[in-house]
């Protein structure tokens, strides 16, 4: 039994992780450098490109491929179910460089909420957003926040524009 006390994320967080299949010390760096270079070759019709970030090959190393489902009723909110691959995005080039454009930052995809609700990315400080058809949500300072809001139920922070 790890020790609770000195997890790295909250115990359902950490519990859903684990369930998924997440241990510490996961890393397949052969699969987010495939992953990199499918975003990186894609181009959409109009001419669109993905920008791929040190801070979400690391996501992608550490949760790429986890199907991530909470158990319990949520905090605020019902917790989402995760699916921790960047394909989720790869046809939202335009619309990843627009909010990137707006926050004054890149963003990279990293996976979805739901079965396609709405897509997860992160941005070169590692802040993390969903997007959906409802607007844009500020996730966390990084993976591990956002991870922790998902999973917990927390209401996200809807950006704005100024």
């Known amino acids: 039994m790890p020790d609770l006390s000195t997890t790295r994320f909250p ?4 519990a859903a992780l684990r369930e998924a299949g997440w241990q510490p010390g996961r890393w397949d760096i052969k699969q987010a ?3 990199a270079d499918t975003l990186s070759a894609h181009i959409t019709p109009a001419g ?3 920008t791929v970030l ?9 949760f790429g ?3 991530i489902t909470a158990s319990g009723p949520g905090r605020q909110i ?3 179910t995760l699916r921790m691959d960047p394909m989720a995005g790869i046809h939202l080039a335009r619309t990843l460089a627009d909010l990137g454009r707006s926050l004054d930052t ?3 995809p990293i996976g979805e909420e739901g079965e396609g609700q ?3 990315a992160i941005d070169t400080e590692g802040r993390v957003f969903s997007i959906d058809h409802t607007g844009d949500w500020y996730l966390g300072p990084d993976i591990d926040h956002a991870l922790s809001t998902l999973l917990t139920g927390l209401e996200p922070a809807r950006l704005t524009s100024s």
């Open 106 to 108: 890149q963003i990279s």
């Open 11 to 14: 115990v359902p967080v950490d």
């Open 33 to 35: 450098e495939e992953w």
């Open 54 to 62: 040190p801070a979400a090959v690391e996501v992608w190393a550490e």
């Open 48 to 50: 669109h490109r993905h």
């Open 118 to 120: 709405a897509v997860l």
């Open 78 to 80: 019902a917790p989402a």
């Open 65 to 67: 491929g986890l199907r």
